[in-house]
């Protein structure tokens, strides 16, 4: 799965899910913790995604205030 195929993913499991765990996201990729932390560095960077780590949930979420 490319990069691009991830992190669309990513952007649709936070719209559908309202959060996505790390583990969850390196189960369904089978990929790496550093695979992981580079796609959601380059949404948040390079693409303006608001995405945020709530430590409550132990997951990621998109901001909303920052949407």
């Known amino acids: 799965m490319s990069q691009a195929e991830r992190v ?3 952007h ?3 719209t559908s899910r309202g959060k996505v765990t790390l583990a969850e996201l390196k189960s369904e ?3 790496s ?4 932390m ?4 380059l949404m948040r960077d390079r693409l ?5 780590y ?3 949930e132990n997951a990621y ?5 920052a949407r």
Not at 48 to 52: A, G
């Open 8 to 10: 669309s993913r990513i």
């Open 12 to 14: 649709f499991l936070l």
């Open 29 to 31: 990729f089978e990929v």
């Open 33 to 36: 913790r550093a695979t992981v």
């Open 38 to 41: 580079r796609d959601i560095e």
């Open 48 to 52: 303006f995604s608001p995405i945020t």
């Open 54 to 56: 709530d430590p409550n």
């Open 61 to 65: 979420v998109y901001d909303n205030q």
